[in-house]
Nanobody, 125 residues
């Protein structure tokens, strides 16, 4: 059973940078790891994901500002967030699931079986 622990959240001013980390253990051999974010009262939104085969997805809303990477040795997944804006303020979650037949990862939260506790990101104007 996968276990995920996020870190790296905090408070920054608009235009700032943060790097979120997701320390993962017991990942399946074929996996998807995704970052989601949620604002109180709104649905959880997919931000980025990465598969064991290296395929990645970055949401349109953050493309050009956010990237996703991984360190297979640890293993840890990273969400690099640049040029942060107040609308990026949210609780960010790391999630994982087994990758089945698709070459890329799903974006629906319901597709993910394992979740971290979340890390808060606050961007002030």
């Amino acid at each position: 059973q996968a276990h995920l622990v996020e870190s790296g959240g905090g408070s920054v001013q608009a235009g700032g940078t943060l790097r979120l980390s997701c320390a993962a253990s017991e990942l399946p051999a074929r996996y998807c790891v995704a970052w989601f974010r949620q604002v109180l009262g709104k649905e959880r939104e997919a931000v980025a994901n990465i598969a064991d085969n290296g395929n990645t997805m970055i949401a349109v809303s953050v493309k050009g500002r956010f990237t996703i990477s991984r360190d297979n040795a640890k293993p840890t997944m990273y969400l690099h967030m640049n040029t942060l804006q107040p609308e990026d303020t949210a609780l960010y979650f790391c999630a994982a699931t087994s990758r089945t037949f698709a070459t890329s990862c799903a974006t629906a939260p319901s597709s993910y079986s394992y979740w971290g506790q979340g890390t808060e990101v606050t961007v002030s104007s």
